[in-house]
C-alpha cells in the first residue's frame, strides 16, 4: 500500500510539473518603426501573437510578411509583430517594409538580447504566444509547411467572416 501512494505521489507530482513546463514569453521593448515610439510587449496584455523575426537583407522574409499580413486581417483578435532583427537603421527598415505589397502593422526594432532571449539565430522566425503569455509553437524558416502549421494554429481564433 506504501508504494502504491508513493507511485501516485510522484504520479501527482510529475504531473504538476508538467503543466509548468510552459515557456513563458518575456516582455521585451524596442522602438515602432512606424512613429519611432518606445513599445513594450506588456501593453499587448493577453492576446494571443504571432511573433516573426526578420531582416531586411532576408529573402524569404520578404515572402513572409505579406503573408503574415493576410493573416492578420483573417484574424483580427491576434496581434501580429514583425521584429527587425539587425542592425540597420529605423529609416532603412521603413525602405524595406515599403518595398513589401504589405507586412504585418506592428513593425519593431528590437536588439540583440530580444533575439537572443527567443533564440532566434536563423531567420524569419516565429513565435505562437497563447493569450496567457506562453510560447506554445517555434517556427523556423519559410516554408509551405510553416505557415500551415500557423494556419491551423490561428484556426483557434475567430476569423472574419
Known amino acids: 500500500m506504501k508504494s502504491l501512494l508513493r507511485v ?7 504531473l504538476v510539473s508538467c503543466s509548468s513546463l510552459a515557456e513563458s514569453a518575456f516582455n521585451f521593448y524596442g522602438v515602432s518603426v512606424a512613429d519611432g515610439q518606445l513599445f513594450s510587449m506588456r501593453a499587448l496584455k493577453e492576446r494571443p501573437k504571432v511573433v516573426n ?3 531586411v537583407e532576408c529573402q524569404p522574409c520578404k515572402q513572409e510578411l505579406p503573408e503574415l499580413a493576410q ?7 491576434v496581434v501580429f509583430l514583425a521584429l527587425h532583427k539587425g542592425s540597420e537603421s529605423l529609416s ?11 507586412a504585418p502593422e506592428k513593425v519593431i526594432k528590437v536588439d540583440d ?10 531567420l524569419p522566425y516565429t513565435l505562437l504566444i497563447n493569450q496567457r503569455g506562453e ?21 483557434q481564433y475567430e476569423p472574419v467572416s
Open 8 to 14: 501516485l505521489g510522484l504520479c501527482l507530482s510529475l
Open 53 to 55: 523575426f526578420f531582416w
Open 71 to 77: 493573416l492578420q486581417q483573417t484574424y483580427p483578435s
Open 92 to 102: 532603412a527598415i521603413k525602405t524595406f517594409i515599403d518595398s513589401l505589397p504589405s
Open 113 to 122: 538580447v530580444v533575439a537572443e532571449k527567443y533564440r532566434a539565430n536563423y
Open 135 to 155: 510560447v506554445v509553437h517555434r517556427l523556423t524558416g519559410y516554408t509551405p509547411e510553416n505557415m500551415h502549421r500557423l494556419e491551423q494554429w490561428l484556426k
